[in-house]
């Protein structure tokens, strides 16, 4: 039995089984990646699905995949950010045998594409129009535009999203194109274990022999001489072969410091293009689609206040949605903005924004507002002013120009300089961390 009949019959059971706000918000959005060794992986929108689902409905699930699978199988939930990630067994849920007949075959998607990732579901705004564009006509026409497509922009925005997109159209354009999407870092692991095993060909035949490379987050390989050089030669050969890449990063090549230049203008060969966070008409409409999809009526008023709460993250902005649904159905409540106030109220004490870290900043070292932001290079007054900037790049979604402008007029170098010595210091000296925790604790 295919691993899409299973999800789908054990929907059925588990809609005549849990409450309709609960199916609907939590359960529906859910959707099965592999089931491999009797371990069923499903994806979930965000950490609070994800958490709820492990604590609240696990058992009623694994009875009910157990039931539409006629075998015992284990489930396990995931995220974006571990979907790379091998399963933790402190999450899975073992079946009664008692639910199940004897054992089928397991199967997979060997892709690693979220089904629910598609151009249909994404919600097209002027922060995201160009990117979505761009996508769309690389999924039409693979290799012959816009080869390399790098999309940059803040954690949240649809990044990922796009890339899945542009995996699920080719697919149903050409069933038969090998595509793989992965993180820089899964890329990075696999390759340690090739040489650790003596696997190196098989490392590379299996990224060099693929129609479309879809590979997230690269800036986390700068610095990594071994794996740049990988990929470097990766990158070669798949574009030399006429294949596609997709890649995506926080921030546009020439912003990442520790990457090799001749990685850096492969990446800009093709088109660079960013997402920027979505205006309120735009969050608007995303928790407007996100209702019409889960089969819910929620009033205009709600989602605008869900909306007016999370401004720089779509996939929170989601999660706070999907977490008022799930407090209403579990308190019987209706949904209403008082609801949606007491639910999200210890959630969203106060928008963090690049004014409220400068005043911080300048309270907690004592130093004029005027001094911060000056071309003064004093010691402590230096020091505050990277400490700013960090915070800028760790708590909010501003660009570097952006965060540079607010700090006196500095370029993007500067503000990178910044961010990457204080990161460095508060990994290596504990009374400095212990400070900056509560310079965070203090803006949330």
Request: glycine residues 6%.
């Amino acid at each position: 039995m295919e691993l899409d009949e299973i999800w789908r019959k054990a929907l059925v059971i588990l809609e005549a089984r849990l409450s309709r706000p609960s199916f609907e918000a939590l359960v529906k959005p859910a959707q099965p990646i592999t089931l491999e060794d009797n371990l069923l992986v499903v994806h979930t929108p965000n950490d609070f699905s994800r958490d709820w689902l492990s604590t609240k409905y696990v058992n009623d699930i694994t009875e009910a995949v157990c039931a539409a699978a006629g075998t015992p199988i284990r489930v396990t939930f995931i995220t974006d950010g571990n979907m790379n990630a091998p399963a933790d067994d402190s999450n899975i849920a073992e079946p009664d045998p008692a639910d199940a007949e004897p054992r089928v075959a397991a199967v997979g998607r060997l892709n690693n594409l979220n089904p629910k990732y598609t151009f249909g579901s994404f919600v097209v705004g002027n922060h995201s129009r160009f990117a979505h564009a761009a996508a769309m006509r690389v999924a039409e026409a693979p290799a012959t535009a816009y080869n390399p497509l790098f999309i940059y922009g803040g954690v949240g925005l649809g990044k990922t999203h796009l890339m899945h997109a542009i995996g699920q159209s080719l697919l149903q354009h050409k069933p038969t194109a090998k595509i793989v999407y992965l993180s820089s870092e899964r890329f990075t692991n696999d390759m340690i274990a090739s040489i650790r095993e003596q696997k190196q060909a098989e490392f590379r035949n299996r990224y060099r022999s693929v129609d479309l490379l879809l590979i997230d987050d690269i800036q986390f390989i700068e610095g990594k001489e071994g794996t740049q050089e990988e990929f470097f030669h990766t990158f070669n050969a798949l574009h030399e072969a006429g294949k596609q890449f997709v890649i995506s990063s926080d921030r546009p090549p020439k912003d990442i410091p520790e990457l090799e230049a001749r990685l850096r203008s492969r990446f800009e060969w093709g088109l660079v293009t960013d997402i920027q966070p979505p205006d309120l008409e735009t969050r608007m409409a995303i928790l407007q689609k996100k209702a019409a999809l889960d089969g819910l009526q929620v009033g205009n008023d709600v989602l605008e206040y869900i909306a007016n709460q999370h401004r720089n993250n779509v996939r929170e902005l989601e999660g706070a949605f999907i977490r008022v649904m799930a407090y209403a159905s579990l308190t019987n409540a209706a949904v209403t903005v008082g609801l949606a106030q007491q639910t999200l109220g210890a959630q969203f004490i106060k928008e963090i924004t690049l004014d409220t870290i400068k005043q911080l900043v300048s309270d907690h070292f004592r130093i004029e507002m005027a001094e911060l932001l000056s071309t003064g290079r004093q010691r402590d007054m230096t020091w505050a002013r990277q400490v700013g900037m960090y915070l800028a790049r760790e708590l909010t979604s501003s660009s570097l120009p952006k965060v540079g402008d607010a700090f006196g007029g500095r370029d993007h170098t500067t503000v990178m300089h910044a961010y990457e010595k204080v990161k460095k210091i508060v990994a290596a000296n504990p009374e400095v961390k212990r400070e900056v925790d509560e310079l965070i604790r203090k803006l949330h």
